[in-house]
């Protein structure tokens, strides 16, 4: 059978992907192109799901709730629309995916009924009446292109397609068949052009554009092909395909329109096309129709090529696959399928089996496709033969695979000669093969050569530039003596690698260089390179080695690089190349960082320098490196590189040398005691040049070096400077004591008096004490450093002392009058100390006047008994009016002490402190200090002095006229031990004496504040009820009677009945809180206050008789209402109506309610209820009334006060009854509201189940169904309960509910009915299924099998698996995992029960299984079970298990031959393990027949172990198949031996001859010699003839006499060489006629040298013009041209 020339190939399977199968649907999935599949997913959680071809098993989903949604073809850019709510509108919006943002959105205003994108940045959007383009670019809207067609009308678009230019469209729709053949789908198709403007009706299911090259012309004819399928009006089906040209074009040959039947076998007579799609790679159609069905035409010809049915599924979806030149298609199964020419065999299928040469030959030129070879050649010879070399020559041009664009053919060319006047058969042949594209490597060298022995080079530089030719080592070669620069781009496009390397390095293009061995992966000889490249161009030589360190493994010893440099003395090369490979500084390269370290610090130190400024370097030698900087002069890198102290040491010293800023920061990398090792050689050395150093080190690294280590190094060196130059820095970041004292002690020795007044002034860390002594021993001439020491540290007494010891007057006046005036008291008090005169101290004060501070003065002063000295200073302060307390207190103690009529000074003076005179006074006369403090309102003071004097008669009446409840409260508390005595004066002569009421009102407060009632009641009582000025006072009488009530209860009732201006209803509430409620019932009668007496009888006395008493006297509403309510909570509900009734009150509703029922006096609510509802239209009082007459059982009240207009909650009402068990109450209640639900229960609890049930079909809710349903079947009433079920059950959501009750009343059966009777339900549901088959499970396993198999596509099968397993129901188990495609499990549960078990399912099953050990489990099952059938299923699982597997585990259980069968059928696969078996089996049967076929068919095994095994075989078949098996392993010598062991002589005849081992021939030859083997040393001579020489068959025969039988390869011998002496003398002559023929072709050289005109275009000059100016040396020639060289120019290779 030929092999198909179309594949089908199933790329991916969307349901394997992920893909719900209902949604592989025209309205769900989209596939714009080859790259991306687009699937909507509806249902519970909108999403879309998108498919990358590239890796379709891990798709992208998305949650998108979108209509449609289409993927852009190139990139991850996708398309959505969806219907806006409530309207016909569609919202488009494009997302890119990748970026996650939103690029374009538009509402359209109608309905979009298709779209798709046209081409990667448009989208076509078709609607009812018209089509937009709408581009992903821009903010554009969607532009309209053209309205839709009448035809179009009523269709469903299917497709639409543009043409690549945009210029033509197409629109195709579908509608339903015409009457004559209804199930034929109609087709309708819209042409539009857009030049035009102007659209065509045509009728057609499918369109593709495409274009094509009609020969001769020089554009391509734009074409459409379109399929249709109609029916003829006499009934007949037609179906066309019609290609036409589009547009056809002016000067052009158009194209021969062409149609063609699409033949429709009878199965097919209702298919139709559904998609059509054009191969520009192979120019043919693929057509592909909704059932299946493929068809492939021709496009050129439109003649058919193949049809077969592709799937078995519907087709409804296909795009274009252009990288293949097939194209994809999707069916209802998810099946996406690639459908493609077969490359191999489509052209010996048109040739061969639809005997179309010409067409097999067209398509193979225009696909170049193989298998045109045997079609061609017999062609081109038939051409070349009759002289038509030009046909020949475009046939050889265009021949498929370049079969006839061989050296042969071209020397068929050349052997033709020219004829005068006409061109050369090759030069026409190269002319072609230009035209046609590019020229191989054989016919570019040739047409080079051509051109070069013509000096027409610039045509090369043409062809080259249009990368015409093919570029060879062999055409550079030829090129370089003519352009090397030419050349060098023909050995690059060439990969000859050794020749660019060479040409880049001549032309010193290093770096060029290196990149194209990077580029080409090549490595040259740079040794060689460097050593030619360094004499003449050092510098290209660093960059080659540059390049060779660049490499990884660099291909040269870097030592043996620099060497090459340094023996030339080229010591900046060598450094140049050395710094570039160590610039990764790696530790293995320690040693050649140290080279170019010390070539340069011998050489060039300042190179060194930089190299090691630049600190790249890590791993040199630093000790040889630091002796060797240190001998350069760098003495700085030489202290960066030493590590021993001592090296350091002897580095440092050489500052002249160094940089400061550098050493200062070397410093900073030394340890502590190294660094202090250091700075003191430093000092020791050279301490007046180096000190400035020492002291930056010291500021800089304090923290390291600690400021104590510093300082003593310092000390010892006893440079006061450094100190000064250190300390001034670290003092202002540091607060040590001691370094501030040090620095100031410093100054002042190296006389930096002003650092020392500055320091002392601003610091606050010395040591002030250490300070001050340092200062006044140092006796510096200027005093402002000790003075501001004295002055912040409070040593003023030890500075003025100082001062005036040393004679510094100006300096105390100096500090007095302008440094500090208010210490001026002190510097008084010291000078006094030191006897100072007078008169100076007095001018000093007057100095200060009003900045001198009076109070520290006078103390000072007053200390030291001098206080009338300041007379004259006060008085003149006094005299300039100042009125400072201190001024006016020192007066008023001079007047005190001189007893100058004080009192009027302390009455009159307005400015002294009460306080300060008064304590003055208390010593010398305690009535002064008393009127000092009451001037001043001193409380404190005057009750201390009279207290402590026994003033009381004056305290009291200052106590009183003050009025200040403070001072009340200070001098009536418990911890006065005066206070009696002041009660006393109060009481009897502070308050009769006063006439003020705020004052008494002030101390009755006082009193009352301070808690001392009893007190307070005896100053009431004088007040209030000894006819005082105060005895009608109310507030008076409410005082005196609340202090009775807390103080002395006794008192209250007398106090009550004499007073009449109290507050009544204040006092009362008061008395009833403090339980005086005898006396408040009689003050609340007193000012008949009725309601609150009865409060008092009910709340309080808790008296109901005496209320009732009371309220029948005073006979009130308000008051029988409040007696109500007392009765209400006492629970006498009758008596409490009665009074509610008298009082005409209805307002306590809620708690007469709340409190008959507790009572459960439901007799007397109803009376209270239907007087309340006269005045009171409340709900609740309807409510509760309709309850009671529920309660009292009088259901006829009921019932007429039902009847009656009412606020009555009846709902709330019946389902209190009902809750109560009041069932007929409540059958009244939700009758008469018809609440169906409730009026079901109720009549459940009646037991009136009919009646139940049919108010549960009134209500039809679940939970009254169940509750009818429960309690029918608690009751047995089963048919009731099945009517109730079925109503249930129809709900998912309760079907669980209902079988668990039934199951746990034990009413299997019963339940069994339920189900049964609700599978036939039109609502039944997949819980239904689901559960009636657990129930079989459970209770009938008989009847599940029948179940599953009518239901298996209802029922929720995971729930049965479960249900299966648990009640071991395997076989059913079995087949419910098949059902859910699980073929894993299944398999499993098969083999381990029995009785589940069943061959041809098991096979089916097994087959299924995703899980491959699952199939060797099923082996192993097999072979142990039932080894009969084992062949059987291996037959199945053929293309699914790994053989050598299999043949391993029959190995190990020792039943290989139970399986020959299998392993006879797979051992084509090749395979060593199923060989090998195969091989034993043969050997263990003695089949050395299907021993020697499995060797010759199959030689994947170990050939040698074989060869041995049947080498010690019995039986010589064997043995010779063991023979034959060295032969097949040249292993000749062993054949040839063990055949001479079994006397098979042929045999080894023959092995020795295929050997080809003279040695072992002759070997043979002497062995039958030796045998005397006459005929067998005859027989050897003929087979082994080539092998043997004469001479020693010569000799042997000779010698053995064996010269007849070893005549006939003598005569044999010599027939050989005179046929070869006739050769030599053939070929001889041949030369000669060569050298003729030489120079005749001499002469047509001279003939054609003007013919290469012909192979110019158009464009260029002509032979005799100059052709380019880009001669060598110009910018358009040599290397500097290269940059125009096409796409494999040196350019583009290199990036140069």
Known sequence: MATPPVTVKEVVSLTSAGIIPACISFTNLTMESEKFICVRETGVANSVVIVDMANPMSPMKRPITADSALMNPVSKVIALKANVAGTTQDHLQIFNIEMKSKMKSHQMPESVVFWRWISPALLGIVTNTAVYHWSMEGDAAPDKMFDRTANLNGNQIIAYRASNDMKWFT??????????????????????????????????????????????????????????????????????????????????????????????????????????????????IYVVTKNGLLFVYDLETATAIYRNKVSNDPIFIACGSPSTGGFYAVNRRGQVLLMNLNEAAVVPFISGQLNNIELALSLAQRGNLPGAEALVMPKFDMLFNSGNFKGAAELAADSPKGVLRTKETIARFQAVPAQPGQNSPLLQYFGICLQRGKLNAFEAVELARLVLQQNKKQLLDTWMAEDKLDCSEELGDMLQQVDPDMALRVWIKARANPKVVAALATKGEFEKMGKYCEMAGYKPDYTYLLQSTLMHNPQGAVNIAIQIGAQNPPPLDFNTVADLFLQRNMIREATSFLLDVLKNDLPEQAGLQTKVLEINLVTFPNVADAILAQGKLSHYDRPRVAQLCEKAGLYMRALQHYSDVSDLKRCCVNTHAIEPQALIEWFGTLSREWALDCVKELLTVNMRQNLQMVVNVCKEYTEQLTAESIIALLENFKTYEGLFLYLGAYITTNEDSEAHFKYIEAAAKTGQIKEVERVTRESNFYDPEKAKVFLMEAKLPDARPLINVCDRFNFVGDLAAYLYQNNMMRYIEGYVQKVNPSNAPLVVGALLDQECPEDFLKNLILSVRSLLPVGPLVEEVGKRNRLKMLTPFLEHLVSEGSTDAQVHNALGMILIDSNSNPEHFLTTNEHYD??????????????????????????????????????????????????????????????????????????????????????????????????????????????????????????????????????????????????????????????????????????????????????????????????????????????????????????????????????????????????????????????????????????????????????????????????????????????????????????????????????????????????????????????????????????????????????????????????????????????????????????????????????????????????????????????????????????????????????????????????????VAFKDVCVKCANVEVYYKALTFYLHDHPTQLNDLLTVLTSRIDHSRVVDLLRKAGHLSLVKPYLSAVQITNLNAVNDAVNQMCIEEEDFEGLRHSIDMYDNFDQISLALRCEKHELMEFRRIASYIYQKNNRWKQSVELAKKDGLFKDSMEAAAQSGDRAIAEELLTFFVAEKNKECFSACLYTCYDLLRPDVVFELAWMNGLMDFAMPYVIQFMREYTGKVDTLIADKKERNAEKVTAAKEAQEQQMNQNMYAQLLPAALPAPGMEYNQAGPGTPGGGMGGMQGVGGGGYMQVGGY
């Open 171 to 284: 629109l195709i729709g579908i509608a339903p068949g015409d009457p004559a053949r209804p199930q034929l789908v109609k087709g309708n198709m819209q042409l539009y052009s857009m030049e035009q403007q102007r659209s065509q009706a045509l009728e057609a299911h499918a369109a593709a554009f495409s274009t094509h090259q009609v020969q001769g012309n020089t554009v391509k004819s734009q074409v459409v092909a379109f399929a249709q399928k109609t029916v003829q009006p006499d009934g007949q089906i037609s179906s066309k395909l019609h290609v036409i040209e589009l547009g056809a074009q002016a000067g052009q040959t158009p194209f021969t329109k062409k149609n063609a039947e699409l033949f429709f076998p009878p199965d097919f007579a209702d298919d139709f096309p559904v998609s059509m799609h054009i191969s520009e790679k192979y120019g043919v």
């Open 914 to 1399: 009460s306080k300060v005179i008064g304590k003055y006074c208390e010593k010398r006369d305690p009535n002064l200090a008393c009127v000092a403090y009451k001037r001043g309102s001193c409380d404190v003071e005057l009750v201390e002095v009279t207290n402590k004097n026994s003033l009381f008669k004056v305290q009291s009446r200052y106590v009183v006229e003050r009025m200040n409840t403070d001072l009340w409260e200070h001098v009536l508390s418990d911890d006065n031990p005066h206070r009696r005595q002041l009660i006393d004066q109060v009481v009897s002569t502070a308050l009769p004496e006063s006439k003020n009421p705020e004052q008494v009102s002030v101390t009755v407060k006082a009193f009352m504040t301070a808690e001392m009632p009893q007190e307070l009641i005896e100053l009431l009582e004088k007040i209030v009820l000894q006819n005082s000025a105060f005895s009608n006072n109310p507030n008076l009488q409410n005082l005196l009677i609340l202090t009775a009530i807390k103080a002395d209860k006794t008192r209250v009732m007398d106090y009550v009945n004499r007073l009449d201006a109290f507050n009544g209803p204040e006092v009362g509430e008061i008395a009833v809180g403090n339980e005086l409620y005898e006396e408040a019932l009689c003050i609340f009668k007193k000012f008949d206050l009725h309601v609150d007496a009865m409060k008092v009888l009910l709340e309080s006395i808790e008296s109901l008789e005496r209320g009732v008493e009371y309220a029948t006297k005073v006979d009130l509403p308000e008051v029988w209402s409040q007696l109500a309510k007392a009765q209400v909570a006492h629970g006498d509900v009758g008596a409490a109506v009665a009074s509610y009734i008298k009082a005409q009150d209805s307002s306590d509703y809620s708690a007469v309610i709340d409190v008959a029922k507790r009572c459960d006096d439901y007799d007397a609510l109803v009376k209270y209820l239907v007087m309340t509802r006269k005045k009171v239209k409340e709900a609740r009082v309807d409510t509760e009334l309709c309850y009671a007459y529920a309660r009292v059982n009088s259901l006829g009240d009921l019932e007429e006060f039902i009847a009656m207009p009412n606020a009555a909650n009846r709902t709330t009402v019946g389902d209190r009854c009902f809750d109560e068990g009041l069932y007929e109450a409540s059958k009244v209640l939700y009758t008469s509201d018809s609440n169906w639900g409730r009026l079901s229960s109720t009549l459940v609890k009646l037991h009136q189940f009919q009646a139940a049930v049919d108010a549960a079909r009134k209500a039809n809710t679940s939970r009254t169904w169940k509750e009818v349903c429960f309690a029918c079947v608690d009751e047995d009433e089963f048919r009731l309960a099945q009517l109730c079920g079925l109503n249930i059950i129809v709900q998912a959501d309760e079907l669980e509910e209902i079988s668990d009750y039934y199951q746990g009343c034990g009413k299997f059966q019963e339940l069994l009915s339920l189900m049964e009777a609700g599978v036939g339900l039109e609502r039944a549901h997949m819980g239904i299924f689901t559960e009636l088959g657990i129930l079989y499970a459970k209770h009938r396993p008989e009847k599940l099998m029948e179940h599953l198999k009518l239901f298996s596509t209802r029922v929720n099968i995971p729930r049965l698996i479960r249900a299966c397993e648990e009640m071991q129901a395997w076989k059913e188990l079995s087949f419910l995992y098949v059902a859910y495609d699980e073929y894993d499990n299944a398999a499993g549960v098969m083999m381990q029960h029995p009785d589940a078990w069943e061959h």
